[in-house]
């Protein structure tokens, strides 16, 4: 059965024929060789370099109650027709994906919500640390414009909200596109990072503006944020708006025991829930990219996940990318991959000058 039908079948409520897989990578053909997903960014193009020159509306060295004073969001960026904004994004999302269409792969095109844009438009400049490693960071900024600056942080956030919302629209305009994927962490392994006004008046109602946008275009919602979604029942209030939930990042699970701890949490999660949301989640990017954990290990851990949780509601999925500058083609961790892969009914892949390569059809 082909990946596309494999999945729309685990929306549909039906036990499919296999539980399909996604190994989210950077490279899309690699990410389509590998499983039935095929997730394209659609981050717009501009504010990306936020990562490298640090936000508009960065802090800097600045006393705090001087920035705060000082922050203007109307002025303090000039603020792009939301059309360029919407068009120069779509452009980078069809280069990424579309020459891949002809796979019959599940499409799941992806925004950056607007708490983590919100985030980004305050980060400072990546370090030289960050380049080297080439890791981005910010330090919650707008966290701390939630708590001391309510109207200013609201300010910013409904403006970002509206451009995202705008780039939904238009996304789901593409008839390619099965599901929409909206990023937007908001939580860590204690709960909910911003507080309880935000959660209410401003996170909330904006995703259910997305997902009604996305349904309304005949398309699945699916919604990234990392952390604990269970704590005060905020999974049940984000599953009666998502169809799907990503990545389940309930506990720590960098180790064979962690992972195994993990997978009753999201066993806890399962049961929490009142109707049959989609979980994307099962293999820890952890325990694949960490070399002290063997690929028996991943298959014993992603049995126990399968077992516990079972086929229905869920697509297979790493926990997240690869680590920076890895990638699922080391030695290792590709002996990982393939194990996963056969534990579920597919065939093993070789490379061959770069190329992938199976003895049959999937």
């Given at each position: 059965m082909k990946s596309r039908r494999l999945v729309e079948m685990v929306y549909s409520g039906l036990e499919s024929q296999r539980v399909p897989v996604h190994f989210e990578t950077v490279e899309k053909r690699q990410e389509a060789a590998l499983g039935?997903?095929?997730?394209?960014?659609?981050?717009?193009?501009?504010?990306?370099?936020?990562?490298?020159?640090?936000?508009?509306?960065?802090?800097?060295?600045?006393?705090?109650?001087?920035?705060v004073r000082e922050l203007d969001i109307e002025e303090g960026y000039d603020w792009p027709p939301i059309?360029?904004?919407?068009?120069?994004?779509?452009?980078?999302?069809?280069?990424?994906?579309?020459?891949?269409?002809?796979?019959?792969?599940?499409?799941?095109?992806?925004?950056?919500?607007?708490?983590?844009?919100?985030?980004?438009?305050?980060?400072?400049?990546?370090?030289?640390?960050?380049?080297?490693?080439?890791l981005a960071y910010h330090t919650f900024d707008f966290g701390v414009l939630t708590v001391i600056a309510k109207e200013k942080a609201k300010k910013l956030y409904d403006k970002v909200a509206n451009y995202v919302l705008e780039l939904i629209k238009a996304g789901t305009e593409l008839d390619w596109v099965d599901a929409v994927r909206v990023?937007?962490?908001?939580?860590?392994?204690?709960?909910?990072?911003?507080?309880?006004?935000?959660?209410?008046?401003?996170?909330?109602?904006?995703?259910?503006?997305?997902?009604?946008?996305?349904?309304?275009?005949?398309?699945?919602?699916?919604?990234?944020?990392?952390?604990?979604?269970?704590?005060?029942?905020?999974?049940?209030?984000?599953?009666?708006?998502?169809?799907?939930?990503?990545p389940l990042d309930l506990a720590k699970k960098g180790t064979v025991i962690d992972?195994?701890?993990?997978?009753?949490?999201?066993?806890?999660?399962?049961?929490?829930?009142k109707v049959g949301t989609v979980f994307h989640t099962g293999i820890p990017i952890d325990l694949i990219m960490l070399d002290d954990i063997s690929a028996s290990d991943?298959?014993?851990?992603?049995?126990?996940?399968?077992?516990?949780?079972?086929?229905?509601?869920?697509?297979?999925?790493?926990?997240?990318?690869?680590?920076?500058?890895?990638?699922?083609?080391?030695d290792l961790v590709f002996e990982k991959v393939k194990a996963i892969r056969r534990l579920v009914g597919l065939h093993d892949l070789d490379i061959k000058n770069g190329v992938f390569r199976s003895d049959r059809s999937e």
């Open positions: 039935d997903v095929l997730l394209g960014h659609a981050w717009v193009p501009r504010w990306s370099n936020f990562f490298d020159e640090g936000g508009p509306f960065r802090r800097g060295n600045e006393d705090l109650t001087k920035w059309d360029d904004i919407v068009q120069e994004t779509l452009i980078e999302f069809k280069k990424s994906v579309e020459d891949l269409t002809n796979l019959d792969k599940f499409i799941v095109l992806e925004v950056i919500g607007p708490t983590e844009q919100s985030e980004y438009f305050l980060c400072p400049p990546r370090p030289p640390s960050g380049f080297n490693l080439d990023a937007d962490d908001a939580f860590t392994y204690g709960g909910p990072i911003y507080p309880e006004w935000f959660m209410k008046e401003l996170y909330m109602p904006w995703h259910r503006k997305f997902t009604d946008e996305i349904h309304r275009k005949g398309k699945y919602a699916i919604l990234h944020t990392d952390g604990n979604v269970l704590a005060r029942n905020y999974i049940n209030v984000l599953s009666e708006m998502y169809d799907g939930l990503h992972a195994m701890r993990w997978i009753n949490e999201v066993i806890k999660a399962r049961e929490a829930l991943v298959v014993q851990v992603v049995s126990a996940f399968l077992n516990k949780h079972g086929r229905k509601n869920l697509v297979l999925s790493v926990t997240h990318r690869p680590y920076p500058k890895r990638n699922f083609l080391e």
